[in-house]
């Protein structure tokens, strides 16, 4: 059974930062590109950033570029999400997912899912 536990998300000033760690397991963690998504209140769910199965590659939303960074440790099977700079707008549950490539992750082309972490930001 494929699992993805997310950790790390919790309460936040504008400005400040918070780093998300995704746990996998029943999966080859080396095999898959991951990535995360975020969901606001009342909003559709979007992308936010993948990375590919060796890290060297990775994308980003234009909202979060040059603040949020994604990247990975096989060995631990993880992945994270350093997120700097934060702003209320980026207030939303973070989903860790699981992909056959960082470009489909990007896209939407999700295999597995998490259940999510609330990240909250005032300002």
């Known amino acids: 059974q494929v699992k993805l536990v997310e950790s790390g998300g919790g309460s936040v000033q504008a400005e400040g930062s918070l780093r998300l760690s995704c746990a996998a397991s029943?999966?080859?963690?080396?095999?898959?590109?991951m990535g995360w998504f975020r969901q606001a209140p009342g909003k559709e769910r979007e992308f936010v950033a993948s990375i590919s199965l060796g890290g060297s590659t990775t994308y980003y939303a234009d909202s979060v570029k040059r603040r949020f960074t994604i990247s990975r440790e096989n060995a631990k099977n993880t992945v994270y999400l350093q997120m700097n700079s934060l702003k209320p707008e980026d207030t939303a549950v973070y989903y860790c997912v699981a992909g056959p490539s960082a470009r489909t992750v990007q896209r939407s082309g999700v295999e597995y899912w998490g259940q999510g972490t609330q990240v909250t930001v005032s300002s």
């Open positions: 029943g999966l080859t963690f080396s095999g898959y590109a």
